[in-house]
């Protein structure tokens, strides 16, 4: 079964107008495939497409200015070949 990681943060380096990064990966998806991604992200929608490799994984990264809230939720929505679709959640992580 397919699997989504999502991961938000404000700990890139670059001051106070720093954006915050996003990244969502996912494992067991259709080899050779590619998936389209939605991230909501507060009032950003952030959309995209990523192929999937051999072993059936993948990687998708974004940035999102100005930088979201400490705790903001972040979902991912992928979907993929055959009517796959899996969602992934997570929160801005703040140092």
Do not use: Q, W, Y
Request: aromatic share 4%.
């Amino acid at each position: 079964m397919p699997t989504l990681v999502v991961d938000a943060g404000n700990d890139t380096p670059g001051g106070p107008n720093r954006p915050t990064s996003i990244g969502v990966s996912g494992s067991d998806f259709p080899p050779g495939s590619a998936v389209n991604i939605k991230v909501s992200a507060g009032s950003h929608t952030l959309r995209g497409t990523a192929d999937v490799r051999p072993d059936g994984s993948f990687d998708f990264s974004a940035s999102v200015r100005p930088k979201l809230g400490c705790n903001s939720a972040v979902i991912a929505v992928v979907h993929g070949s055959d009517g796959i679709e899996v969602e992934g959640r997570t929160e801005v992580f703040c140092p």
